[in-house]
């Protein structure tokens, strides 16, 4: 099973990135998908969540009205549009891939991160 995220950089506040996380190994419409952010010291926060199907997302209030995430099934990717980007949310960006049956997570898979940073 791989996740790769790309993407992340060095940004200046105000400008936008945009991540990416291809996925193989798995059966990618059985997973909700997820990016998950960290900065050293701080516990993760997650950043944005979208369904396996019905096109349900998640925000953390954070980000509202700045970040958008969407996926692609065929491909078999996620995204996560960053727009208005502020120093705040520097951080290493985790893509997150989970199976859910019955309110039991029965798989849980992790991408290797990518550095986003903001300079004020």
């Known amino acids: 099973v791989q996740l790769q995220a790309s993407g992340g950089g060095l940004v200046q506040a105000g400008g936008s990135l945009r991540l990416s996380c291809a996925v193989s190994g798995i059966t990618f419409d059985d997973y909700a998908m997820s990016w998950i952010r960290q900065v050293p010291g701080k516990e993760r926060e997650v950043v944005s969540c979208?369904?396996?199907?019905?096109?349900?997302?998640y925000y953390a209030d954070s980000v509202k009205g700045r970040f958008s995430i969407s996926r692609d099934n065929a491909k078999r990717a996620v995204y996560l549009q960053m727009n208005n980007l502020k120093p705040e949310d520097t951080a290493v960006y985790y893509c997150?891939?989970?199976?859910?049956?019955?309110?039991?997570?029965?798989?849980?898979?992790w991408g290797q991160g990518t550095q986003v940073t903001v300079s004020s």
């Open positions: 997150n891939a989970v199976r859910v049956i019955v309110s039991t997570t029965v798989s849980e898979y």
């Open positions: 979208t369904s396996k199907s019905d096109g349900s997302t």
